[in-house]
């Protein structure tokens, strides 16, 4: 039987494919880096001044929730798979980290780069699965690793320490300057979240970014394109993990203690569940959206509602209906909301002034 | 080498066909309501969890005869199933696989934390077993009335699931829409309709899984993620499509987990599920259970 090569319509192939020009190369300047600067300066210096240790506390927690939603961005926001594990990395990070500094006596410094990157071959394998699976598939199978983690791994003893917990001191540099009060340990944390931050601006902005919205918005038309699915793929939950176990890390010298938690799972289903909600709810592909969401989440559960005992559950429920009607009205997020309505004032504006 | 007792492993394969039942019911649920919307139903085992809570409420407040109680549970399964569908999903008809996946975990989450709200003092209760405990020996195995009629009310559930989906006008539209969702549209099904009540139905079955499985242990919000997970294990048999793969999967995945538990290896059981999903997955078991179709067409739906 003679093969018949079907030509495709003209009109797909002559149909321009739209892609954003690379952005150039962008001289460093002191007027554009001065608003971000000013910024990084305000968070890093006003609450320790103005707020109590205890909103320092808590600032603190909302900036490592604000990390933890960071890696819900890179791989459900910028590649498009779904991840409902965050708590497992951020659970290795944090057992990791406390464990090198408690039983091998290795300084913070060392201590937490090295969890997070431990983290990373974690993460792999997951996203070496998520190379042969898709979607629905692929969310199953992160629950189910998460419910072997929580089962198992965090369970063993080599892992956690005796009993299931492990102290975390905070960190000093060299005794000169002490992170143990909770002012000085946002201090850190701002920093380290600031370096974050800059990095994923960056990120966002290059050629590997844009490859990786290609394979989010189209895989097939993205390999066709001759995007390497893959290696997008295994970037973006390499970088998953080590975010999450960078988070980690500083939740347990935040907390002091780690410990895996009995009836209620510190790193189980319901805590990735927390994360993935406060991304979506601030805005899945903003690297601003996390933090925002995060803000709101600790917020609500260690401040409004601390009072009651089931704050966390009403918190959930509360969450559940935010995210639902995030998804029904406004995909984009809280910082969607934001974007709208300043562009909408600006046309106002103009419109009256012009 | 696994060393095991014959004896302990038989005791323990009959429990494995109780829990069976338990994921084969939750399995079955979760192919009807995938079927009939391309939701994979993350939201399953809270909903199976509230309306236990409805249960233990029926009969620790008017001490109702435990047989109107479960109805009544089931009954709310079946208007949560069927709400949760007309007022969220059918909005998310046409929205990706993402959107559908999260939308049902935030109604997991509502779920949980508006029972964990309501029930805030009955944080761990027992419900009443709706058999009696007297124990039936069958030569070295005992199994008592509850799982023994936990194991046949599945059966005659799957059974009836699986007629109506083979034989009702309902079931002919429910392949139809999944098969070729726009085909059927053009031939008149009321998706909608359809959707909701495979959905009505997907929440009953949830329902009565909780309330048969709960009584053998303690009620907490989260007692029932568990179950779910498995039971989206025994779904995965059937590449989420097929109803009677789903059945034999969630007796088998009993059957083998408990089995482990009389062999040297037990403390793989509690991850055995985890690793049976790894197995399916890469061995693509479902396409000697499902047609090509079905599975491309909803992959494409979702």
Request: aromatic content about 10%; overall charge positive; glycine content about 10%.
């Amino acid at each position: 039987m003679a093969k018949v090569m079907k030509a495709p319509p003209a009109a797909v192939m002559d149909e321009p494919i739209l892609v954003e020009p690379p952005a150039g190369p962008r001289r460093w300047n002191v007027q554009r880096a001065a608003l971000p600067l000013a910024g990084f300066l305000a968070a890093a210096i006003l609450p320790p001044l103005i707020l109590d240790g205890v909103w320092n506390f808590t600032l603190t927690l909302a900036l490592i929730y604000g990390l933890m939603g960071l890696s819900i961005v890179v791989v459900t926001g910028y590649v498009g798979q779904l991840s409902l594990m965050p708590a497992t990395f951020v659970g290795v990070g944090a057992f990791a980290s406390a464990g090198l500094v408690v039983r091998a006596a290795t300084p913070f410094w060392w201590a937490a780069p090295l969890a997070a990157l431990v983290t990373v071959p974690v993460a792999l394998v997951i996203g070496m699965v998520a190379l042969r699976l898709k979607g629905l598939y692929l969310a199953i199978m992160t629950l189910v690793f998460a419910d072997i983690a929580e089962q198992f791994l965090f369970r063993q003893d080599w892992f956690t320490g005796q009993g299931g917990s492990t102290p975390a001191p905070r960190p000093h540099l060299f005794h000169l300057v002490d992170f143990q009060s909770d002012k000085s340990y946002y201090v850190l944390v701002v920093c380290i979240a600031s370096a974050f931050l800059l990095f994923m601006w960056n990120f966002s902005r290059s050629r590997s970014a844009r490859a990786c919205f290609a394979v989010r918005d189209n895989e097939n038309g993205a390999s066709a394109m001759g995007i390497n699915v893959a290696k997008y793929k295994l970037m973006a939950f390499a970088l998953h993990g080590f975010i999450a176990g960078s988070a980690g890390a500083l939740y347990a010298h935040w907390a002091q203690n780690v410990s895996a938690g009995g009836q209620r799972p510190a790193f189980g289903l319901e805590v990735s569940l927390a994360i993935v909600f406060l991304t979506i709810l601030g805005g899945v592909r903003s690297i601003w959206g996390p933090f925002i969401g995060g803000a709101i989440w600790v917020i609500l559960t260690k401040r409004l509602l601390a009072g009651s005992p089931n704050g966390q559950s009403i918190a959930f429920s509360i969450f559940g209906v935010l995210v639902l009607a995030t998804m029904l009205y406004r995909p984009a997020g809280l910082v969607g909301v934001g974007r709208d309505s300043w562009r909408a004032l600006r046309r106002r504006l103009g419109g009256a002034s012009g | 080498m696994i060393a095991f007792s014959p004896s302990l492993l038989a005791q323990d394969a009959a429990n494995g066909v109780f829990l069976g039942a338990i994921f084969a019911l939750l399995g079955i649920g979760v192919v009807l309501i995938y079927k009939s919307s391309g939701v994979l139903n993350f939201a399953h085992g809270s909903m199976a969890m509230f309306c236990t809570y409805i249960y233990f409420q029926m009969d620790s407040w008017f001490h109702l005869p435990v047989i109107v109680s479960l109805l009544i549970a089931v009954a709310c399964g079946v208007v949560l199933g069927a709400a949760t569908y007309l007022g969220i999903f059918r909005r998310m008809r046409n929205a990706g696989l993402l959107a559908k996946v999260i939308g049902a975990l935030a109604v997991a989450g509502f779920l949980q934390g508006a029972a964990a709200f309501l029930w805030r003092n009955a944080s761990q209760v027992r419900p009443p077993q709706q058999f009696s405990q007297r124990v039936v020996h069958l030569g070295s195995v005992g199994l008592d009335w509850q799982h023994i009629g936990t194991i046949l009310i599945t059966i005659a559930a799957g059974i009836g699931v699986i007629a109506l989906v083979k034989y009702t006008t309902f079931g002919v539209a429910l392949r139809a829409t999944a098969q070729n969702r726009l085909a059927a549209k053009l031939l008149g099904v009321k998706e909608d309709r359809v959707a909701a009540l495979a959905w009505g139905i997907g929440g009953g079955l949830a329902a009565l899984a909780g309330v048969l499985i709960i009584p053998t242990s303690a009620l907490t919000v989260y007692s029932m993620t568990g179950y779910m997970v498995r039971g989206f294990v025994a779904a995965v048999v059937g590449g989420f499509v097929s109803l009677p793969a789903a059945l034999i999967g969630g007796f088998g995945l009993g059957v083998a987990q408990e089995s482990l538990l009389a062999t040297s290896v037990q403390s793989l059981s509690s991850v055995f599920a985890g690793l049976a999903i790894v197995v399916l997955l890469l061995l693509r078991v479902e396409r000697f259970f499902a047609l090509e179709q079905e599975l491309r067409a909803l992959e494409e739906l979702g």
